[in-house]
């Protein structure tokens, strides 16, 4: 982990508890961390389970990879010390929502195990919980609505994660979600069943 730059710098703690947050909300503050392929299905499925949380009275929200790149994270390119600066980002980020109560949903490739695990390393035990979107390379491409595959292919995006860039599959994950032989309603609905097995919403 690095360090900060600046000097003299002291972590500032509020007169709220995560834990009270957690009793007003009704609910643990986690985060759900989807990782997979580009077109593997990460943002339709975290999308969908963030309605169906709201429908149910649960706060939650989606940290997309697109989203934040058009903001937070402008200044960072595919490289891979851009990408794990990216994820480093997002990692932060995403605590704090849980600190604050809410369940965040991260969809990012973040194709390397070392900063996923670096963003489980920032919240408790439990806190954290890995979604793997699993999709064959073959299926993303056909899926490829943005047509990155193919210009990935001719050469015209480099460091591109499954053609001229690593994915390194979870080894662990709390889910795993075939989004190639199952349905998005299935996978949501999978992930919902976890969260209520875990008590972090009812």
Same mark, same amino acid.
């Given at each position: 982990?690095?360090q #900060?730059?600046a000097?003299?710098? $002291?972590?500032?703690? +509020?007169?709220?508890?995560k834990r009270?947050?957690?009793e007003? *909300?009704?609910?643990?503050?986690v985060?759900i961390?989807? %990782?997979g392929?580009?077109g !593997?299905?990460?943002?339709?499925? &975290?999308?969908?389970?963030?309605?169906? $949380?709201?429908e149910?009275?649960?706060?939650?929200y989606? $940290?997309?990879g697109?989203? $934040?790149?058009? +903001?937070?994270?402008k200044?960072?390119?595919?490289?891979?010390?851009?990408?794990?600066?990216?994820?480093?980002?997002?990692g932060?980020? &995403?605590?704090?929502?849980?600190?604050?109560?809410?369940?965040?949903? %991260?969809?990012?490739?973040?194709?390397?195990r070392?900063?996923?695990?670096? &963003?489980? &390393?920032?919240? +408790?035990?439990?806190?954290f919980?890995?979604?793997?979107?699993?999709?064959?390379?073959?299926?993303?491409?056909?899926?490829?609505?943005?047509? *990155?595959?193919?210009?990935?292919r001719?050469?015209?995006?480099?460091?591109?994660?499954g053609?001229?860039? #690593?994915y390194?599959?979870p080894v662990?994950p709390e889910?795993?979600?075939?989004?190639?032989?199952?349905?998005?309603?299935? !996978?949501v609905?999978?992930?919902?069943?976890?969260?209520e097995a875990?008590?972090?919403?009812k």
């Amino acid at each position: 982990m690095s360090q #900060p730059k600046a000097a003299n710098i $002291l972590w500032h703690q +509020g007169h709220i508890t995560k834990r009270e947050r957690e009793e007003r *909300l009704k609910q643990r503050g986690v985060i759900i961390w989807f %990782t997979g392929l580009s077109g !593997s299905g990460k943002s339709t499925v &975290a999308a969908e389970v963030e309605r169906r $949380l709201f429908e149910r009275g649960n706060l939650a929200y989606v $940290l997309d990879g697109d989203n $934040l790149r058009h +903001g937070l994270n402008k200044d960072l390119g595919f490289s891979p010390e851009d990408r794990k600066e990216n994820i480093r980002r997002v990692g932060e980020v &995403a605590k704090l929502f849980a600190d604050a109560g809410l369940i965040v949903l %991260t969809a990012f490739i973040s194709p390397y195990r070392t900063d996923r695990d670096q &963003a489980r &390393a920032l919240v +408790g035990p439990g806190e954290f919980i890995e979604v793997y979107v699993k999709c064959s390379l073959e299926k993303c491409e056909e899926r490829d609505v943005k047509g *990155l595959y193919r210009r990935a292919r001719a050469g015209e995006i480099g460091d591109f994660t499954g053609i001229s860039a #690593p994915y390194e599959e979870p080894v662990n994950p709390e889910i795993v979600l075939n989004t190639e032989a199952e349905d998005v309603e299935t !996978s949501v609905n999978r992930v919902l069943e976890y969260l209520e097995a875990k008590g972090i919403v009812k």
